[in-house]
């Protein structure tokens, strides 16, 4: 099998060795390509540096960071070296043949940016400009199957290329969908820093596409973000979609399993 797992920067401060072990394991039956974010990263980093990070909400509730240049700047430094360096570190430690990439190496990943944002301002919608963010438009899958095909498992750092060759912030969840859709991934788990989508404090172990749109609209921003990037990858092929917990002894298997984590697909469910 191909699997995608994305891994959230909410782990970054987590014993991450359990998961690593896992990949190990895993990627001598399967190929593992790895994406990551590190929002929390970034915005303690910028802070470090002076730089108060703010974040928008755009008129149909989604929230992100206001990336202008300067931001752009530390996003690239921090996801594609700390964050990044971190995670290959853990990896190797456990004997995984990992490589380090942002997207941006390789045209890796290219996206169209935004330059201009909508933002939800109380009642008002503004146009915002000077914003570096940007949305996956191609992936050079080519790069990715020369490095699995030769035994590695990238390790993705969510930063993306634009058409005019500027470093733009993507979103993890949505670049691991537009990477598992590009590579015919058979799944994309998504690992974070919960079991899944939680309704009362307790799972959601299965999702159809309308239930996961429902679902959409009763959960936080973090979550809410995860289930939208899960539909844009079933839409791009991917047969199924799992939210996972990335804590604790065996994350990947038990999410392959589909224990203790939400699954979503394009079946409907019985
Ligand atoms: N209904 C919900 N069920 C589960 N988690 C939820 C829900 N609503 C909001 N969340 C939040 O979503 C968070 C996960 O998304 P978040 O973006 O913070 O992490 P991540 O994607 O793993 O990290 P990063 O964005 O840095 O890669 C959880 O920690 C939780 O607080
Ligand atoms: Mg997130």
Same mark, same amino acid.
């Given at each position: ?23 190990? +394991? ?29 974040? /928008? ?8 960071? &206001?990336?202008?240049? +300067?931001?752009?700047?530390? &996003? ?54 000077? !914003? &570096?963010?940007?949305? /996956? ?14 035994? &590695? ?36 788990? !998504?690992?974070? !820093?919960?079991?899944? /989508? ?59 399993? +589909? ?9 409907? /469910?019985?």
């Amino acid at each position: 099998m191909k699997i995608v797992v994305k891994i959230g920067g909410s782990l970054i401060d987590e014993d991450l060795s359990p998961l690593a072990r896992d990949v190990k +394991e895993l990627s001598k039956e399967h190929q593992i390509v790895i994406i990551h974010g590190g929002a929390k990263i970034v915005t303690e980093i910028a802070q470090k540096l002076g730089k108060e990070q703010r974040f /928008v909400t755009s008129p149909t509730g989604f929230r992100s960071r &206001y990336t202008d240049a +300067e931001t752009a700047e530390i &996003y690239t430094m921090v996801i594609a070296g700390t964050v990044n360096k971190k995670l290959v570190t853990v990896l190797l430690k456990e004997g995984v043949n990992a490589i380090g990439l942002s997207g941006i190496d390789g045209g890796l990943l290219i996206a169209e940016r935004k330059p201009r944002i909508k933002v939800k301002e109380g009642n008002k919608v503004l146009l915002m400009d000077g !914003d &570096y963010t940007g949305k /996956v438009v191609q992936v050079n899958t080519k790069l990715l199957e020369l490095l699995l095909n030769a035994g &590695y498992v990238p390790v993705i750092g969510a930063v993306a290329i634009g058409k005019e060759g500027e470093n733009l912030n993507v979103d993890g969840d949505r670049a691991a969908a537009s990477v598992a859709g590009a590579i015919k991934a058979d799944k994309l788990l !998504d690992m974070t !820093d919960v079991p899944g /989508v939680l309704e009362n404090e307790k799972i959601i172990t299965k999702l159809s596409i309308s239930e996961a749109k429902q679902a959409m609209e009763k959960v936080g921003p973090g979550m809410r973000r995860k289930i939208f990037a899960a539909l844009e990858a079933l839409r791009e092929g991917v047969p199924e979609v799992v939210i996972a917990s990335g804590i604790g002894e065996h994350p990947l298997t038990n999410a392959l399993e +589909e224990k203790n984590c939400t699954v979503i697909t394009n079946e409907s /469910v019985e």
